[in-house]
């Protein structure tokens, strides 16, 4: 289980900017073109879509539990994202 407030930590930890709605929509905007999205409800309490967010986020179960302990950082994730096809191998950030 993990709880909004949690979900929003690891939003915010990986640089996704915020869009506030009926939920708050978060997106991953990579050399201005967006590589993926997520929403968190608003509310209070245990989110009860872990699997959906962690999808969203594409990662694993070990990997969502790390962001939200706090060793899984931004730069992981961007690795991350490059092993996966998401973001090209030779795509750097400094570009």
């Not at 997106?27 to 509310?43: E, N, Q, Y």
């Not at 990662?59 to 950082?73: N, R, T, Y």
Request: charged share 35%; glycine share 8%; hydrophobic share 35%.
């Amino acid at each position: 289980m993990i709880t909004r407030q949690e979900a929003g930590r690891v939003v915010r930890k990986f640089g996704m900017q915020e869009r506030k709605g009926k939920e708050l929509f978060y997106k991953l905007v990579w050399k201005g073109t967006t590589i993926l999205t997520t929403a968190i409800p608003k509310g209070r309490g245990p989110l009860h879509i872990r699997d959906k967010f962690r999808n969203q986020l594409r990662l694993d179960h070990e990997q969502l539990a790390d962001a939200v302990k706090c060793p899984f950082k931004e730069s992981h994730y961007i690795e991350h994202l490059k092993n996966i096809g998401l973001i090209p191998e030779s795509d750097d950030a400094s570009d």
